[in-house]
Nanobody, 120 residues
Framework: VQLQASGGGYVQPGGSLRLSCAAS????????MGWYRQPPGKQRELVAS???????NYADSAKGRFTISRDNAKNTVYLQMNSLKPEDTAIYYC???????????????WGQGTQVTVSS
């Protein structure tokens, strides 16, 4: 099982980016999917998470600007980021709690990280 993230890049303040993260491999089921970020010199923090297709949770810093969504048929989670600010600059990691085939418990999986830089 692996997570492959994409969509990071460089954007000016006020701009938008859309991150994607696809899970692949021998998957029985996926519970929570989410996005974390690690700003330079700081600890990793939760940005947003989604259970199933509609139950979402956002960090205060993301509310009103970011939208997390999920395509269960594609095992993919998205993060639409609007009105980006310089303080959103970070490496963004996707995360998923996945039950692999032939196992009876969930495991925590992380994507490789994608850089988002917001600067003028």
């Amino acid at each position: 099982v692996q997570l492959q993230a994409s969509g990071g890049g460089y954007v000016q303040p006020g701009g938008s980016l859309r991150l994607s993260c696809a899970a692949s491999g021998s998957i029985f089921s996926i519970n929570v999917m989410g996005w974390y970020r690690q700003p330079p010199g700081k600890q990793r923090e939760l940005v947003a998470s989604i259970i199933g297709g509609s139950s979402t949770n956002y960090a205060d810093s993301a509310k009103g600007r970011f939208t997390i969504s999920r395509d269960n048929a594609k095992n993919t989670v998205y993060l639409q980021m609007n009105s980006l600010k310089p303080e959103d600059t970070a490496i963004y990691y996707c995360n998923a709690k996945i039950r692999p085939l032939r196992r009876f418990y969930e495991e925590d999986y992380w994507g490789q990280g994608t850089q988002v830089t917001v600067s003028s």
